[in-house]
């Protein structure tokens, strides 16, 4: 080897050890940029469509024969140079996945799969000068490692909330590559934990987007009803980039209202404005057109007007108490199954949940897409949000408590806006134990410290004092708004005519809902209303429960749940195989006769 040959060679190894020096060093949630909201009303590039796929059991393509994080990773996109440049794989080569999907529905071989899974979209881009952009996920489920053009750019673990990367310098000119490494792996100590009854969907599950902005843009910011008043509209601006202190215009057309908001030196700024707009509800789904303008850069906003409360044992929307005919509501695609990504599938669940005639609806067991959560505000649904801290979190370990607030803070900065979520959930049957105490205070502490307009409450376990006289003593019942729990009483516990025989000893200073209730059935199996798995049966145990539920003072019930889903831990052959039957729907869109009851009891409620 020549002298000069060493030295090209000694560059080209210099050079591929430092694009891939990011990569020993990457933390959970790394260089992560603040949060930008209203994202479906900003200027986008969307990046979703076809993406190329590695499926990395091993993951060789982050780690080397070592075990030790690789500057040759996959990040890198490397090609062969000549025919005798040995690479290992081939994105082009690879096959191609539209995004967003999950990779459980989309490839049958991975249907089961967990594990690491490589993304890479290519993509022309021209950047303009003076103009900022942020790389954003609506979610990717459940660990991803970010790089752009071979470059760590930074990571995030949960699988149900957004974020974004600044990428303002490391766009170029022409052609560029994103890779996104992705892994769904449950561990014990991550936020859902090991145990769920859903399907672990893994991918890059919404939207991907570039989103533009000028150099001073409107990052985030809050509008409402000011507190205790109808006649008076309140809020805040956070401006982002190099001139925090410019003005900025907040204009509502339809109610002839403007204010000029001239932030601090942080770039916060609050304001207030005399006006009685049209109230929001689920009787009449009134969205006012707002914009926010800065430096002559506009944006719109779409917003409901409206306040929640609670007094005694009811839920009130504009001081009017409400029933909350509810129901729960996974993010399985409708008829083809998998997590849906689009406002046309969310329309057509929300659409079967008004044909039963609810006015409600809990969003389980996480933050769902936000099209599910603005086309609920279209149609006039309320929305019980919460964060997947589910049944056996490791409440000892405090990264574990830190990743729940950061997914509580994604949920809640989001969707903030949204008048249609009137309740925060922080929590699913989770065992009481004074760590579980000390963990769940603080999330709801972290919770009213983002945003204290809105209800707080979580699924709380029951207990008996005899087998016919449940209680509710869980010990955070005075941190929380609104006391829920679930009652499988009929299913999981005797039969449909135990009902009856109930005497529940429920709070009366606080509005109790029932979060979850119900039992399964596979739609077109039929028989006695004795025969367990019978639609009969279960619409049985719907009569026997609505009748016993109009003996309890309750402020909103919630079946379990709209339509069947998928679960691994659900495996009667025949039957089950692999879905939880619960629904009052099919998976393929066939209404089963329980959902008739609950359409013609909600009736009578609303």
Known sequence: MNHTTKIILMKRLLTIFFAGFLSFTIMANENLYPLLTNVPNREVTSLNGDWDYIVDRYEVGYYDYR????????????????????????????????????????DENLYFYEGTVWFRRAFEFS???????????????????????????????????????????KLKEGENFVVVKVDNTRHKDEVPTVNTD????????????????????????????????????????????????????????????????????????????SAKPELWSPENPKLYEISLSVAGNKMNEQIAFRH???RGNEILINDKPVYLSGICIHEEAPFRGGRFSSAAEAHTLLSWAKEMNANFVRLAHYPHNEYMVREAEKMGILLWSEIPVYWTISFTNEETLQN???????????????????????????????VRNQFLTQLVEHARGIDDSRLISMAMEKEYHDAYTPAINDPLMGLVDVVSFNSYIGWYDGLPEKCSKMNWELPANKPVIISEFGGGAKQG???????????????????????????????????????DFRSPRRLLPGIQDGWNRKGLISNDGIKKKAFFIMKDWYELKN
Not at 74 to 101: G, H, N
Not at 127 to 149: D, K, T
Not at 405 to 432: H, Y
């Open 308 to 310: 929640v409360d609670t």
């Open 525 to 563: 199996n039929h028989g006695t209303k004795n025969q367990i798995w019978t639609e009969e049966f279960q619409e049985d145990l719907y009569i026997q429960s609505v009748a016993m539920f109009d003996k309890m003072n309750l402020a909103g019930t919630c079946p379990w749940i709209l339509m």
């Open 67 to 106: 075990l030790k994080p690789s500057k040759w990773g996959f990040f890198r996109d490397q090609k062969p140079k000549s025919e005798t440049d040995l690479v290992e794989y081939s994105f082009e080569a690879s096959d191609k996945m539209f995004i967003p999907r999950d990779w459980n529905s989309s």
């Open 404 to 434: 729940a607030k950061n997914q509580l803070e994604e949920m809640i900065t989001r969707d903030k806006n949204r008048g249609a979520v009137i309740i925060w959930s922080l929590a699913n049957e989770t065992p009481v134990s004074d």
């Open 127 to 169: 950047p303009s000068l003076n103009e900022r952009y942020f790389l954003y996920f609506g979610a990717v489920n459940y660990e991803a490692l970010v790089y752009l053009n071979g470059e760590y750019i930074g990571s995030h673990k949960g699988g149900f909330t957004p974020f974004n990367f600044d990428v303002t310098d």
């Open 198 to 273: 859903w399907w672990n969907y893994g991918g890059i599950t919404r939207d991907v987007l570039i989103i533009e902005e000028a150099d001073t843009f409107v990052r985030d910011f809050s509008i409402s009803l000011s507190e205790d008043t109808y006649t008076g509209i309140s809020g805040w601006v956070q401006l982002d980039g190099d001139n925090l202190q410019t003005s900025v215009k907040v204009s509502i057309p339809e109610l002839k209202k403007e204010v000029s908001v001239t932030p601090d030196e942080n770039g916060r700024g609050a304001f207030s404005i």
